[in-house]
């Protein structure tokens, strides 16, 4: 099962632009790229997902890396309500059909103000 | 559009006993996948079903056992309660096998004493 490798944490000025990286060298043709951000005492909530090209979406950008290797979560401005822990996820589509999503470590994300 | 629901939200059981968690999908959301989050392993997938049909299974004994029912509404059993089985138990529903987003539930949170 590929695997994914993210810093345990990092940390961003409030206003200021934040990435993320994840590192993903074992993915393979079919899996996708999801990130996730988690909050105290919640499920994690949906950030954006990609499977070659690049994405953007309100929350975030995704940059996905030529080979596929690794990607980087840009959020354009950080703000306080943005410190949570982030989770660079493979979706696997591959065999029965279904997916068996893999999850990192995660990154912790501290926002100053 | 009600968000995807864990019951029960908190419980405690000792060791050896059973556990039954439920989950009810996003309506019109045809899978559901469940997750164990600890502090030590992070988040590790433990199934997936579509359609009633596990689709994909992780890395856990055969205690952990899951079904889907017609109506999308999962549930997840553990038998033989170990103290490591303690943890943050989520669900997630998306609306096909293939469509990228997951909503998570809140988790059900299993402490076993």
């Known amino acids: 099962d590929a695997k994914t490798t993210q810093p345990n944490s990092m940390e961003s000025n409030e206003e200021e632009p934040v990435h993320l990286p994840c590192n993903h060298s074992t993915i393979s043709g079919t899996d996708y790229i999801h990130w996730y951000r988690q909050l105290p005492s919640q499920g994690p909530e949906y950030v954006i997902h990609g499977l070659t090209s690049n994405v953007n979406n309100r929350m975030a950008s995704l940059a996905i890396a030529e080979d596929r290797k690794s990607s980087t979560l840009i959020l354009h401005r950080a703000t306080l309500r943005d410190a949570a822990v982030y989770y660079c996820i493979l979706r696997d589509g591959r065999g029965t059909g279904g997916f068996k999503t893999i999850f990192g470590a995660g990154t912790r994300l501290f926002v100053k103000a | 559009k009600a968000g995807v629901t864990q019951t029960p939200r908190y419980l405690i059981k000792t060791r050896g006993q059973q556990v039954t968690l439920s989950c009810s999908p996003i309506s019109g959301h045809r899978s559901v996948s469940w997750y164990q989050q600890t502090p030590g392993q992070g988040l590790q997938f433990l199934f997936e079903?579509?359609?009633?049909?596990?689709?994909n299974k992780g890395n856990f004994p055969g205690r952990f056992s899951g079904r889907q029912f017609s109506n999308s509404r999962s549930e997840m059993n553990v038998s033989t309660l170990e103290l490591g089985d303690s943890a943050l138990y989520l669900c997630?529903?998306?609306?096909?096998?293939?469509?990228?987003?997951?909503?998570f539930g809140e988790g059900s949170r299993l402490t076993v004493l």
């Open positions: 997630a529903s998306s609306q096909t096998e293939n469509t990228g987003e997951l909503f």
């Open positions: 079903y579509f359609s009633e049909t596990q689709r």
